[in-house]
DNA sequence: CTGGATCCACAATGATACTG
DNA sequence: CAGTATCATTGTGGATCCAG
């Protein structure tokens, strides 16, 4: 293995710094189940801005982890779906998400205490 | 499944807010493997800073996700160490770096393919 | 050695308005 | 519907100096 990221310098940072956005990770986490429009995408991923959704697609589509579709519907229809390398990755991305819906009675805990103890 | 990271307001939310972050996921990796001194933990990761690898010690300790041992030599020794909880969750991170590191190739040749038709 | 405190520059984000 | 453009604001990180 010649790429470490623990070499600031390695290539493979700028991906780490792509995976590890939370955004990225609702995206792909989204796109997984299904292929999704634009604003069908911004209302299931609450809290996202359209301007920051429509960044965060960007940057996906360009790592070759998300596909755009156009369809010369009247309005226009784009359709967001994940590709095969996007589908390598998504198991990871999922188990991040459900080891934080799984844990966070344990993180919460860990917090007060800390929080009471300071 | 009452928790929802979809949802803002969730505190899942939270959580992934801080899985989902650069520093912290190369700090467990670092420390998956063994316990580790501040310096040396600074020195290890490239890049970071003394300010912000402080600021990541202390979020994932007040997460509950990483111990913080004071040993009164001098001058005073502090040892960082991934707790079970965070044990539980470095697999995870680990598959994340480990992605990065074996797909790296595939993802700088879509960028260029992206770069090209733009 | 292990940080805390400060200052500062730049990037990221929200809000808003507008286009095809 | 699917974005882009602009601005105002915040946050975040880097650099530096200092202290227990």
Redesign the pocket.
Known sequence: MEYDVYIQTCPTRLVLDRLA???AVLVLGKLDEQPV????LKREID??????L??T??KLERDGLVS?SVFATV??????AITPLGRTLTSTVAALTRWAEENIEAVLQAQQKYDRSA
Chains 1, 2 share one sequence.
């Open positions: 956005d939370k955004w429009r634009f604003n069908q809290g996202i801005s359209q301007k920051v429509s960044q697609l960007k755009r309005p226009v229809t784009v359709e967001y």
